[in-house]
């Protein structure tokens, strides 16, 4: 209870504050100096003396003149000109000071006196010129003047704080999650994923072996106040080679006041019977400093399909993370530390050892291994931890530029568990460090109508891939060096027109060390090609060392104007050079879940993508609509696709290997809107995409069918602080598929059949319906506390998900109930 | 001053990066991979005489395409793709049958993982499909086969039973955490195929 009063006095703190803006209409002489006051000692000491400086919060020179008066007794000095005063004869206790000076904000501070002290306190100078600032760096910067850019809304946020990044994003019309069971998702953006998306995390893109399919963002997006997504490589400040999207997540700057707030989510989910606990909470101070720390913990057990639990998909997750800063306005730096710990099992009849399972396993209606209910994680299972640290720095002068240095290391550790044999059980089948250091900075200019920024990073990363997996490396070891430029420009002659132009060069060295088995090495012929690198031969392996240098270009235009008063339009041309992923060109391994080799190309080239994005906005009247053609064409597109069979010991397994391709993406994304009342809303988004290689007409793989989502919001007017939504989502088959079945032979009942593995054929369409109901926000002493209640899969459908890569071992999850609390400090 | 403020750090930070990244620029190890079973051999005996003749299975990659071998001992008995290896048995006779399962990546230190299978044997299952035509032709646990804690034989060991003269396919595999230890054809068992061995009895 203490502790809530605490914060109540705090929120009363804060509601005090006086919001004159305009200070010098409050003249001077018209604050009364009282000379000494009688002071009420009930026995107290009253001869404690106060020494303070008053300093300006943006450039710590001292303020002169500043009038300093005590509350309680009315006793008040001026500040000298180098900023200090002092008041004599305090009482020991509690101390109310009111501090103002001409063209400032007034400030009150409460200080308990137990001795004579030197204290600093820090005005905030409004200044005409400051104000513009002040206003600017309070607000979250544009992603892109001539882009749009996608935000969640912070009921959609919190919904999904227990339920990953990407599934939160797959709110937004055009973005697909793309899966490995239930708990590991990666977000597609208009039909591109891994490496194609960039996830950037307090300016920085994440990187945790990002390509694979099976490799969700290490990354905690409760930690963040805003998430926004650009479709397409719109924000060339931090990536060049996403032609899929941008993903950014940011914090807001807390305000320079006396404060401390926060938000606490506590969320039960009925399938999987687990809980989702997130708290963040951050304390200003008027001196511009901050501290803010937020923690997320989360225990689920195997979650269930409508017909059967599905065994050993529980997840653990622990992440906290911690920022210190010091706003000035006109400088600010801050400190950040995160640390994000995740266990996720994954399906255990997924576990396959060849084809003739693999067919087994695709035959069955349900999963071959099927426990009781379990909170046990066991093999197979992936141990993710990734950690960040970052430093930054950013300076304004008077001509409004605004110079930022950052720099930040993460180290990505990625262990996967395979079911192994005896003690090899418990070693990791996979396990990769990988440690990235950025060092980036940049300098803003802006003026009325147009704005520059331009910068120069410099990316060091290390991969290591650990031996004593007692398995061949997936990823070979590698260092890769990148060095760059990017320059962005912003040109608005009037409100509504917007021009925009950028581009981002770097130049990137891959130096790789990589084993060759001598089978695969003569099978290739990779001798005339590679024979010059080989540095050492143990074992029937090559080691191999090369030095990869790609150099890659990545340019931007966009203009951004209304056609009529109502109806906005925007163009934007993405063109973007990615160089292939370390992964794409070496990577060397066997997946279990679909009994696949899989092989790297190491004579990939650059892949290029042009991709053009329309949009039109307009409102008339109830109704809003938005729609988003785009038109994608990749060079050098790199696609993993099956070449062949491989015959090992343990079977047949069909052999996958990177090829490059041009290939065309395009569709639509849709987002209707028809507000019939104050009370009512309905929504529509749909998105529909096609890709396929050029010359044969061939689909892609993993396109997303056509998906529509409608939605109906409303509230009624009786009960207050409610709002209900019923969705309805339905995602129809994808009927462009490549086909990649192939058959094989197996002996069963005493006879040898041919049999058809059926990998391609996606699954049939599915309809599912959710149900939300919020209540909230109401008082709850100095609090404000929310409650939700979310249903998911109302109907407990069962259904398979062709952009789930589990897809051919079981279905969907069932029926969701999902309890969420919300607290707001 | 700004650049006196601002430029020290980065080019600490830089040289800092440098150093960290370029700190490991060691040859990386070889993997050795533990788990791989790369040579499966039977030793096939009749009952009441001394000669065993010994056929291999060698592993790692048999490719459809046609391959040199040039890292690999070929011998008589090979498994090479598209012609099975044949073993040749007289007609109404009994043979003992012994399975032995190494890992040979490393030919100076070859690890001979048959008792760590025996060792394992609630986890293991070894189970031998008989395609129809191979009439006459059984498999059954041999005496001194190892038997698991449920009583069920690994046949590890098994006896060969021949009767006419005929010939067929036999597949042999060794599941990993099966789900039943006993059927009467592969998918009956579950688990997951650690090897696959195929190969052409010939009964004359």
Known sequence: MSFLSFIAELLNLKLNKCKCSRCFTVPKTAVSISLLAACFCYGQKCDLKLEGQILDLHDNSPISAALIKVLDNDQAVFSNDKGFFILKNQCSGKIKLKISHLNCEDIYQELNLNKSVFKKFYLEHHIESLEEVIVEERKIKKLSTTANAYSLSDLQKDQYSGRGLAKALEQISGVNVLSTGNVISKPMIHGMFGSRVGIIYDGVQIENQQWGQDHAPNIDQNAFEEIRLIKGAGVLKYSGDTPGGVVVLENDLPMVNDSLYGKSILSGMSNGRGFNFVSSWTRSYNSGNYFKAQAMIKRMGDFSAPKYILSNTGTDENNISLTYGKNKILSHWKANFSYFSQEIGILRSSHIGNVNDLVHAIELASPTIIRPFSHQIASPKQSNKHYTAGIQFSKRNRSNGKLNAKYSWQRNNRKEYDVRRGELNNKPSIDLTLDTHDLFSNYQWKRSNWSLDSGVFLQIQDNFSNPFTGTRRLIPDYIKTELGTYFTASLSPSNDFSLGFGFRFGHQNNHVKKYYKNKRWNDENYQDQLGAFVIKEVLSQKLVEQRLIFNNLSVNTGVKFPLTEELKFSLNIFHTERAPDIAEMFSDGLHHSLATIEYGNPFLRSETTQKLVLNFEEKIGKFTYEISPYYTRGQNYIIIEPTGIEYTIRGAFPVWEYRPVNAIIRGFDLDLSLRLSDRIELKNNSSWIEGYEKATKTPLINIPPLTTTNQILFSFSNWKSFLMSLSSKTIMRQNQFPNHNFEASVVENGKRVNKLVDISTPPKAYHLLGMELHWGPYPLNSNKISLSLIFDNVFNTSYRNYLNRLRLFADEMGRNVMLQIKIYH | ?204
């Open chain 2, 1 to 204: 001053m700004l650049k006196k403020l601002h430029i020290k750090p980065i080019i600490t930070l830089c040289l800092f990066v440098l150093i960290f990244a370029c700190s490991k620029s060691d040859d990386p190890d070889p993997a050795h991979e533990e788990e791989a079973i790369t040579l499966v051999t039977l030793e096939v005996s009749k009952v009441g005489s001394s000669e065993t003749t010994k056929y291999n299975f060698e592993v790692e990659g048999h490719d459809h395409a046609d391959e040199d071998h040039e890292d690999e001992e070929d011998e008589d008995h090979d498994d090479h793709d598209g012609e099975h290896t044949e073993i040749e048995l007289e007609a109404n006779s009994s043979y003992n049958v012994s399975m032995f399962i190494y890992n040979d990546t490393d030919p100076n230190n070859v690890e001979n993982i048959t008792s760590e299978i025996i060792e394992e044997k609630d986890e293991h299952q070894i189970f031998y499909a008989i395609t129809d035509e191979l009439s006459g032709f059984s498999i059954t646990s041999a005496s001194d086969d190892t038997v698991d804690s449920n009583g069920n034989p690994l046949f590890i060991k098994t006896t060969w039973t021949t009767t006419g003269e005929t010939s067929g396919e036999v597949v042999g595999y060794l599941i990993h955490k099966p789900t039943s230890k006993t059927g009467s054809t592969r998918n009956d068992f579950g688990g997951a195929t650690d090897f696959e061995i195929d190969f052409e009895v010939h009964v004359e």
